[in-house]
């Protein structure tokens, strides 16, 4: 019986699913239709085409050694990828002759590099179409990232699914039993309206948010191996709203002698390098975006309130790529302000409330949170 | 009880005047309505609705990458995040201050007074708080120019230089013509520049000239000068014509000195007596204790007749004094009295009228005690009849090349159209302007310098009294400073200005003192503090009596109508013309914005049918009219500056120049016409008026007394403040503050309306500009704005100046009406303001019964419509990033600064300190020049907001409503004659 139900269903909306299959298809065929290769220096397409073959790994045919791809990688991964992507690499060398990329790929200095260019054994000419490759890379760039339309038809799906209930309770009247196309429809319309209500709460919310970063900086070796302490970069934390991205020339206090890290090898530090020769500054990805209607101070909360880093950005030193830890949104704030605790002895501005420290020694009450000094007025963030 | 009004036809029949009031805020709304017909609400919820929709579905989607850059090496004193405060000095169209720049993540965005300066003494102008967006102004050259079209320096520096030399050699004069130079550094360079080509002849000009004074001074003193007044030593202060509170000399300075004289809090306080002769209603004559409404031309009979009288009272002259057309017998009196304290000026252009009032401050006494001699003030330097010899010189050709620095002649110039073609007609013309002007449009060569913001330079605004200017921000455009381009052409490879000053101090002014023997710290001691007052002033001047005779002798007749030009409290001379907060400015006493007007006497108004809005002619000129109640009878009064040409999107076209109708008298400019020929027409002009806008609907504002009468009872004048105290219940608990109560004080005495803190206002909290048409819909968003009432007889009203901004009340009526809670009370007794909850319904506003609340009735950033600062990238890098940019839908209003307050407090709690009494100071507070607004601590006994509260004197507007606000008021205090 259900199974005739089904069938039918299919049968009359046979039509709209193709269409909506089509539709679906034609819109990631253009995507990649965009991506046109450029061919440079009067270099043929097919030169290009035979050095991102062996990039790839699929030339030469009987190859010891891993492939470039294995390491280098062409498309953002999720994974910590410690190796320079492709990209990475074509920028670096786009600029460059070809001698100096070979030297860069045969003749590697530095131990991290050395140990995984070992074996590695390559014709100069198919060399040279693998800079051509990465040139051509470097004019093209990346691949555009596959937006995912998962939720997007998803939702259209239950619009037509509960389009279908509804034609089908009204004018059509083919299942006997009226509660399955209602129930139909109700499930359909509850679910997009839970998906609306998630996705508008999580509007401009970006919790585990950690992008790529132009350097791969890992908080984990800085913070958690070699027990830097967050001030010693971000030294306006107690003083300023803004905690401070550290300018390049701090990173050199250290890198001035340390110049190959354990995982990334040369090449990560390198570019911070280059950056204080070139005064061509980094440009970092922003993590933590709150919205322009809110004024936090990184001073209030560091500064005075003595809070540990970690509370709110989690455990930093343990993050090779950083993410966002919390949420930053107003509920969060304000659960916190209810139950923090204020020092309320040990620094004299308190002295204002005059009567809460009567309250105190009263023992009418026993501490202070933030909230009872106004913490969760709106004028404190928002102005 | 005294009957204040705020407009005249409120006066006339104010049941009338209310209906007219709101049928006409009903049409205003009616024509918006029809306006905005193609979208309306429903379209709005619809759109609204589906996009709500769709943004769910798609917030799948990464959010736009925000970039992160940090510094490469980051500068010692910058802390991202935090402002750092640069003292400089600002000087343009004659007006002197020295300023604290304010400088954000390297952007100046504020102007604040440097307190170190006992010149402006931390106080500003509202000119002198625009200018901080005069840098950020679209219409700035951003290439030096030839012939309209943009060149290289070194093209400019080849040709410029071999001309130069040419004509040198051919033994052709040059002119450089400049505003007047107060940089010592700066004559040093044109000395220089002049000894490599002595065809050049150095020429100051101003646009509004102290000539008189100078000629006057020469006869009198045997110098040029202009004298030291020391107005808060002064026990009686007869103003003639002179608006020496709005834009006279150097008015933030006498500001300071006035209000400092007039300030009376505690038993025992003494107050200053102000006689004010004047044809128009000025800031100045709003706050005389005696108004005389004169014509200009019965100036001089009155000074004549004042000086006979106080001759014969000292019983040295028996010739019968001459008639005065009003009377002066009191006045001549209490002069009379006050031997040596008492301080007679006039802002007459005319040198007979400055040696009769150079004759009576002698005989008074005043010189050594009130005017000093021996320190000048160096702003005006301009001799008016130097500049009509260059006029004749241009005319049969005897010059042939002119460089313009910091001058328009051409625009504020009697002969400006005449001027254009000579000036374009000789061999070399060069500006040196940084922005587009009339003159500068018909040079050749365009060699733009900096802002003042982006420049070394230094000052003497008055003698032994130095000041230094620096760069805030690098060159946003490719421009040199003027110096250096001078030098260059005078043959230095690499000319430095920076060096060259710094040199000039080393060298000369290190040795005025002796703190600092080293000349490097000396230096950086004093760009530290912005200024240097070495303190010795030379001797006084002694005083002859040279060409009194004949002053006294010359008795001006006055026939017809007189017209007097003055200048405004915004745009002064013009020269900001492009500047849209000053265009916005409502003028302090007409209300007005966006135009000139003419100012005409009540009855003749009266007589001639003539409403507000009515067109007159005046010599041909059209021009709107305002009835002005204390405009003296027989003369009208219209304002300079306006009728721009070639000044940028903001100011080209707005009013009418009224430059043509100044005139050439004994070699010196006269500011009025004599026989004027004035016609009614049937047309109407709208003006931006927004005198009667944001009513409080007659009830008891303005609380005043009389001196005499304080002394007896300091709460005379605020007897009410008892009877309402009576009635003080409430059903509400009493509202309770644990730590700080934030309040204001407004001492109604001692402000006297200059504006400056509703442009403070402005900058600090990125108030949006709306245009004419906004403003006459009665939606300006100033958040502080002056209310002027009067009262008594229309034709010499008593005025009242009151700044009114959100009363933080503690019961505050708006917070109980909205229904999303965006408006709540805060811990500190601040009434609170959250954009991002607030659904735009307008309840508050329309339940604010101070009428402080302002709504975005559009989105007035990065809106066409809308074409002012906040229109181009440009512009608005001088947003305040401390304070959201508000959006369309929003209701704004004053937060006491909060921002300002969250930072100091800040900075206390990371110190483990107190917040200090003082340290907190809200854009408005800090660079008042009459010190007229406290603010601090209601909790802390001690403050000073705290004494203020307590004074007998302080009341809170419509305390009869209950509302609790945290504002207070102390009474207007007149020192009128009993």
């Known amino acids: 019986m259900r199974k005739y139900f089904v069938g039918k269903m299919l049968r009359k909306n046979l039509p709209v699913f193709i269409f909506l299959f089509a539709a679906f298809f034609s819109i990631s065929n253009t995507i990649y239709a965009a991506a046109e290769s450029v061919v440079t220096d009067g270099h043929s397409q097919e030169e290009v085409k035979r050095g991102e073959r062996f990039f790839k790994g699929l030339l030469p045919a009987n190859r010891e050694f891993a492939s470039c791809v294995s390491c280098h990688n062409l498309n953002p991964v999720d994974t910590l990828n410690w190796n320079p992507s492709a990209m990475d690499l074509a920028l670096k060398f786009v600029d460059k002759d070809f001698a100096s990329f070979q030297a860069s790929v045969m003749n590697p200095t530095g131990a991290k590099m050395e140990a995984s260019h070992v074996n590695f054994k390559i014709a100069e000419e198919d060399l040279k179409t693998v800079k051509l490759y990465l040139d051509n890379l470097a004019h093209k760039g990346p691949a555009p990232a596959k937006p995912t339309y998962f939720n997007l038809i998803l939702f259209f799906a239950l619009g037509l699914l509960l389009t279908w209930a509804l034609v089908e309770l009204i004018f059509l009247h083919n299942i006997k039993w009226k509660v399955i196309p209602m129930l139909i429809f109700v499930g359909a319309f509850g679910w997009q309206v839970k998906m609306i209500v998630t996705d508008a709460i999580k509007l401009g919310r970006q919790e585990n948010y950690a992008p790529d970063q132009p350097v791969k900086f890992s908080h984990k070796v800085h913070v958690g191996d070699n027990g830097i302490d967050c001030m010693y970069c971000h030294t306006t934390a107690e003083n300023s709203k803004s905690a401070g991205i550290p300018a390049a020339n701090l990173c050199m206090n250290c890198h001035v002698l340390i110049r190959e890290g354990t995982h990334s090898g040369k090449f990560e530090i390198a570019k911070v390098v280059e950056a204080n020769e070139t005064g061509k500054p980094i440009e970092w990805v922003r993590i933590h975006n709150l919205p322009d209607h809110v004024f936090f101070s990184h001073a209030i909360h560091v500064g005075s309130g003595k809070l540990d880093c970690k509370q709110c950005h989690g455990p930093v030193e343990e993050m090779d790529i950083m993410r966002q830890n919390a949420d930053l949104s107003m509920g969060w704030c304000i659960d916190c302000h209810r139950d923090t605790k204020v020092d309320f002895e040990g620094n004299g501005y308190y002295e204002h409330f005059v009567k809460l420290h009567e309250d105190l020694k009263s023992g009418a009450i026993d501490s202070v949170t933030a909230n009872d000094i106004g913490a969760n007025d709106c004028m404190r963030c928002h102005y | ?978």
């Not at chain 2, 009194?548 to 010359?554: K, Q, T, V």
């Open chain 2, 1 to 978: 009880m005294t009957k204040y009004w705020r407009s005249l036809d409120e006066l006339n029949d104010p049941v009338a005047f209310k209906k007219s009031e709101i049928r006409l805020e009903v049409d205003a709304k009616r024509a918006v309505a029809q306006k905005a017909a193609g979208s309306s609400r429903r379209d709005f919820l619809k759109t609204f609705g589906f996009s709500v929709a769709a943004a769910a579905v798609v917030a799948s989607c990464k959010r736009p990458v925000d970039k992160a850059i940090p510094y490469l090496v980051k500068p010692e004193e910058v802390t991202p995040g935090v402002a750092n405060y640069y003292a400089s000095s600002y000087f343009e169209g004659n007006e002197y201050c020295s300023v604290l720049v304010k400088v954000r993540d390297g952007r100046p965005i504020k102007i604040e007074g440097n307190d170190l300066s006992s010149v402006s003494q931390r106080g500003t102008s509202a000119r002198v708080q625009a200018s901080v967006l005069n840098l950020y102004d679209d219409a700035r050259f951003k290439t030096p120019l030839k012939r309209g079209e943009a060149t290289t320096w070194e093209e400019v520096d080849d040709y410029i230089g071999k001309k130069l030399a040419q004509l040198n050699q051919d033994n052709k004069k040059v002119v450089l013509l400049t505003s007047s130079i107060i940089s010592p550094s700066t004559k040093k360079v044109i000395q220089q520049f002049q000894e490599r080509y002595p065809v050049v002849e150095w020429l100051p000009y101003d646009a509004v000239s102290a000539a008189g004074i100078l000629k006057a001074n020469e006869l009198s003193f045997g110098a040029a000068f202009i004298p030291d007044y020391r107005f808060e030593k002064a026990k009686v202060i007869v103003g003639f014509g002179a608006d020496f509170l709005g834009t006279w000399l150097s008015s933030v300075e006498y500001i300071k000195g006035y209000s400092a004289g007039r300030r009376v809090l505690e038993k025992g306080d003494v107050m200053n007596r102000h006689y004010q002769f004047e044809t128009g209603m000025t800031v100045t004559g709003s706050n005389a204790d005696v108004r005389f409404p004169v014509k200009p031309s019965e100036e001089k009979t009155i000074l004549t007749a004042l000086y006979y009288q106080l001759l014969q009272a000292k019983g040295s002259m028996t010739v019968m004094a001459p008639a005065s057309p009003v009377d002066i017998n009191g006045l001549a009196e209490d002069l009379l009295a006050n031997e040596g304290q008492s301080l007679v000026v006039s802002g007459s252009n005319d040198v007979h009228t400055q040696l009769i009032v150079n004759a009576i401050n002698q005989l008074l006494g005043n010189y050594g005690n009130t005017v000093l001699t021996g320190r000048t003030l160096n702003t005006h330097q301009g001799i008016d009849a130097d500049f009509e010899t260059f006029i004749s010189e241009l005319k049969n050709k005897t010059v042939a090349g002119v460089l313009c620095w910091g001058v328009n002649p051409v625009y504020n110039h009697p002969k400006g159209s005449e001027l254009k073609d000579l000036i374009a007609g000789v061999e070399l013309s060069l500006s040196f302007s940084d922005r587009k002007d009339e003159t500068t449009a018909a040079c050749h060569w365009v060699c733009p310098e900096p802002h003042y913001l982006e420049s070394w330079n230094d000052a003497e605004p008055k003698s032994g009294m130095f000041s230094l200017a620096q760069p805030t921000i690098s060159k946003l455009f490719d421009s040199r400073q003027v110096q250096e381009s001078l030098l260059k052409w005078a043959g230095e490879e690499t000319p430095n200005y920076y060096e060259f000053v710094k040199k000039h101090w080393s060298e000369e002014l290190s040795k005025l003192q002796n703190t600092n023997t080293d000349a490097r710290i000396f230096w950086n001691d004093t760009l530290q503090k912005g200024v240097f007052e070495p303190g010795n002033a030379s001797p006084e001047l002694t005083y002859s009596e040279a060409g009194l005779g004949e002053a006294l002798s010359a008795l001006s007749e006055s026939n017809g109508w007189e017209v007097v030009l003055y200048e405004s409290v915004g745009l002064k001379d013009g020269s900001s013309g492009n500047n849209p907060w000053l265009q916005e400015l409502p003028d302090p006493v007409a209300k007005i914005s966006w135009d000139n007007f003419a100012a005409v006497p009540v009855k003749w108004a009266e007589e001639n049918g003539l409403q507000n809005e009515s067109v007159i002619t005046i010599n041909g000129v059209e021009l709107p009219v305002f009835i002005q109640p204390g405009q003296a009878a027989g003369t009208i009064s219209v304002a300079l500056g306006y009728g721009r040409e070639v000044a940028g999107k903001v100011g080209d076209g707005v009013g009418t120049n009224m430059y043509p109708f100044v005139s050439v008298e004994n070699g010196a400019r006269k500011f009025w016409v004599a026989g004027a020929d004035v016609q009614t027409t049937a047309k109407t002009f709208e003006l931006a008026l927004s005198q009667t806008h944001h009513s409080m609907e007659g009830r008891p504002i303005v609380r005043e007394t009389n001196f005499s009468d304080w002394q007896i009872d300091p709460r005379s004048g605020n007897e009410l403040k008892e009877e309402h105290e009576k009635h003080d219940v409430s059903l509400y608990p009493a509202p309770e503050f644990k730590g700080h109560h934030w309040g204001m004080a407004v001492d109604l005495s001692s402000c006297i309306g200059c504006s400056n803190c509703a442009i403070s206002c402005q900058a600090e909290n990125n108030v949006q500009v709306i245009g004419k048409e906004e403003v006459r819909n009665r939606r300006i968003m100033h958040w502080i704005r002056i209310d002027r009432y009067f009262s008594n007889n229309p034709e010499n009203p008593e005025v009242y100046h009151q700044p009114v901004m959100c009363q933080h009340c503690d019961n505050a009526p708006c917070e109980n009406v909205c229904p999303v809670s965006a408006t709540p009370h805060s811990d500190e007794g601040l009434n609170q303001m959250a954009y991002n909850r607030c659904v735009g319904t307008k309840y508050c506003v329309n339940n604010c019964p101070y009428k402080v609340r302002r709504f975005n009735w559009f989105e007035y950033v990065k809106n066409d419509a809308f074409d002012f600062n906040s229109n181009s990238e440009l512009g608005r890098m001088v947003l305040n990033p401390d304070v959201t940019v508000r959006s369309r839908g929003v209701v704004e209003k004053c937060s006491f600064c909060v921002q300002r307050i969250q930072e100091k407090k800040t900075a206390a709690r990371v110190a483990g300190r107190k917040v200090e009494d003082g340290e907190i100071q809200p854009a408005c507070v800090q660079s008042c020049p009459a010190d007229a607004l406290v603010f601090g601590d209601l909790n802390d006994p001690n403050s000073k907001i705290s004494k203020y509260f307590k004074n007998e004197r302080n009341y809170h507007l419509l305390e009869e409503l209950h509302t609790l606000p945290s504002v207070g008021y102390l009474t207007k205090v007149r020192n009128k004659k009993s």
